[in-house]
């Protein structure tokens, strides 16, 4: 029994660290686009000029698509 547990252990393994890998990596990405999000803010905020509708919902579209892949 402690044989099966330990072949089943090393199969599940490599999953896990994948797993754990993709999470670390997909938090990575979040808080680097969350950076670049701040720095355009930072930037636009000097300007007095408000994005158009188009700009809004093109911006909320592409960020749906990056967090759902």
């Given at each position: 029994?402690?044989?099966?547990l330990g072949?089943?252990?090393?199969?599940?393994?490599?999953s896990?660290?994948g797993?754990?890998?993709?999470?670390?990596?997909?938090?990575?990405?979040?808080?680097?686009?969350e950076?670049r999000?701040?720095h355009?803010n930072?930037?636009?905020s000097s300007?007095?000029?408000v994005?158009?509708?188009?700009?809004?919902?093109?911006?909320?579209r592409?960020?749906?698509?990056?967090?759902?892949?």
């Amino acid at each position: 029994m402690l044989t099966v547990l330990g072949i089943l252990v090393l199969l599940v393994l490599p999953s896990v660290i994948g797993i754990l890998r993709d999470r670390r990596i997909d938090r990575q990405i979040r808080e680097a686009q969350e950076a670049r999000e701040a720095h355009e803010n930072q930037k636009s905020s000097s300007r007095s000029t408000v994005p158009s509708t188009a700009t809004w919902y093109a911006d909320g579209r592409r960020s749906k698509k990056l967090v759902s892949s």
